[in-house]
């Protein structure tokens, strides 16, 4: 039996189309695009025209796109990149509490290497204190890094906002992306570095990009060749590229539509539950939310228990995020919005997209309350 798919802000299943633009470059056009016979010339202009097609659903230029493995590729370079290449300017750099582990974990490292690191608060809804970051700004700051859309909990940051602080400031200003980039609108004036992965878009896993904006200064983390304006050197996965600039390109076709169609399920799915089960936070906020993403706190429900069940009927479901899953701790991102420790355990993400149709919803809210009844049930007796 096929599972049902509630976990596409872990991962995407891969378009067939993208597929199928990949398969030449896995088969017989393996050359390196650095040579300089005629099929090498072909790999090297599908990245080139790979990299047409991510730039376009950023309204970026194409040379302002540099490719990498992926997301968290992307994150390191930006950050760490900018800080090495930037520290003459300044040691104090800024990020949130509920950052993905790729941009907090990179700051965590940058603290041992003399950086002053300030991680902002978030409110109930998961949105950053504006004015905590306005006066934690001094002559030291150089950098800010916020996501634009939480993984966990879809809440979307004021980014406009966040880049008019910067640039009143001088400071640059990078965002992590990825689950935003391909499913709502990322422009450029967004950021001056901005992050994002294939993925997470129905592309294929292995590509990444890093959009670097003009006048801003990275180093890269790797030295070797000249690929990638040598900032991310190494034999390019052209496969991989080339499958993502397909996704993109195909996101700058029908992203609109399916808004709509996504948002309806999912606006669906939490009405219904809420409906038919008690003790249910939704959580986020109940606005500036990704429309693809439900994130909810079960009272009396362990959620790891939750998924497992979910799985034993046929559904994929996350409990936090799934960078945390095979580790038993709650998600700092809830613990962040200031839930309790106990209200966290409880927490069940459910992330829709394209491939789910409305029998999905049906089919989850005709087993779920049942599931919740028993693992209630259990728990009281245990
Ligand atoms: C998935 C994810 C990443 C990491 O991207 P990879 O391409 O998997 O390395 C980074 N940030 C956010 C918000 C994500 O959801």
Redesign the pocket.
């Known amino acids: 039996m096929d599972k049902i798919y509630f976990d596409y802000?872990?991962?995407t299943p891969l378009d067939k189309r993208v597929f199928k633009k990949m398969l030449p470059y896995l088969g017989a056009n393996f050359a390196n695009p650095s040579a300089i016979y005629s099929i090498a010339q072909k790999a090297k202009n599908a990245i080139e025209d790979a990299r047409i097609s991510v730039a376009n659903l950023l309204g970026a230029k194409p040379k302002e796109i540099i490719f990498t493995?992926?997301?968290?590729?992307a994150?390191n370079l930006a950050i760490k990149g900018f800080c090495f290449a930037n520290r003459a300017k300044g040691n104090h750099i800024i990020t949130s509490k509920i950052e993905?582990s790729?941009?907090l974990n990179v700051f965590n490292f940058l603290e041992t290497k003399n950086f002053k690191v300030t991680y902002l608060d978030v409110d109930e809804y998961g949105i950053i204190n504006m004015e905590q970051l306005e006066s934690c700004m001094d002559k030291e700051t150089i950098l800010l890094s916020i996501?634009h859309?939480?993984?966990e909990i879809g809440t979307i940051q004021p980014i406009e906002k966040l880049k008019a602080i910067c640039n009143k400031r001088k400071v640059c200003f990078h965002t992590?992306a990825?689950?935003s980039f391909g499913k709502v609108e990322v422009d450029v004036a967004f950021a001056d570095l901005i992050?994002v992965?294939?993925?997470?878009i129905y592309g294929p896993?292995g590509a990444?990009a890093l959009y670097v904006g003009s006048g801003i200064s990275i180093e890269p983390l790797l030295h070797g060749g000249h690929q990638e304006e040598e900032l991310r050197p190494g034999t390019e996965a052209v496969a991989s590229i080339v499958g993502f600039g397909e996704a993109c390109r195909l996101r700058l076709q029908e992203m609109k539509a399916e808004q709509i169609k996504v948002k309806k399920m999912r606006d669906a799915l939490e009405a219904g539950i809420l409906k038919t089960v008690k003790g249910i936070k939704v959580n986020g906020h109940p606005q500036n939310r990704l429309y693809n993403t439900l994130n909810i706190c079960i009272e009396g429900v362990e959620a790891q228990n939750l998924v497992i069940n979910l799985d034993m009927r046929g559904f994929c479901a996350s409990s936090g995020s799934?960078c945390q899953a095979r580790v038993p701790e709650v998600s700092y991102v809830l613990i962040a919005t200031g839930m309790s420790q106990k209200d966290c355990a409880g927490a069940l993400r459910l992330s829709l997209g394209k491939f789910n149709k409305e029998s999905d919803i049906h089919a989850l809210l005709k087993v779920l309350p049942e599931i919740i009844k028993n693992l209630r049930a259990s728990a009281s007796h245990g």
Do not use: L, Y
């Not at 493995?69 to 590729?73: K, L, P, R």
């Not at 992965?197 to 997470?200: E, G, L, Q, V």
């Open positions: 802000n872990s991962s493995s992926g997301g968290t590729e994150n993905h790729s941009v996501m859309v939480n993984n992590d990825v689950q992050t992965s294939s993925h997470k896993k990444g799934a």
